[in-house]
Nanobody
Framework: QVQLVESGGGLVQAGGSLRLSCRVS????????VGWYRQAPGKQRELVAH???????KYGDSVKGRFTASRDNAKNTVYLQMDSLQPEDTGVYYC???????????WGQGIRVNVSS
């Protein structure tokens, strides 16, 4: 059974930082691309960050320079360091893992991030 379990969300003031973690089990983690998406109230889910098996990273335009994604293959975990948080970063953050771009992949249950002004 594949499981992606997010942790680290919560409430933070604008300008603050949070670090999200996602522990993955049930798949060969190092063989999978991983990433983070988010969904703000009333909006569609959007890409936050994506990391390939080789470590190449891609970020959504709105988080470039503020967020840093990383993966630890020894711990089967993907991280999202979020700095300089703004109220528009508020939403539910989802961890995602897929074998490649032709597969749908697996989703975590989501974790809420609230940034107050």
């Amino acid at each position: 059974q594949v499981q992606l379990v997010e942790s680290g969300g919560g409430l933070v003031q604008a300008g603050g930082s949070l670090r999200l973690s996602c522990r993955v089990s049930g798949i060969i983690f190092r063989n999978n691309e991983v990433g983070w998406y988010r969904q703000a109230p009333g909006k569609q889910r959007e890409l936050v960050a994506h990391i390939t098996t080789g470590g190449s990273k891609k970020y959504g335009d709105s988080v470039k320079g503020r967020f840093t994604a990383s993966r630890d293959n020894a711990k089967n975990t993907v991280y999202l360091q979020m700095d300089s948080l703004q109220p528009e970063d508020t939403g539910v953050y989802y961890c995602h893992a897929r074998y490649n771009r032709f597969t749908e992949g697996h989703w975590g249950q989501g974790i809420r991030v609230n940034v107050s002004s």
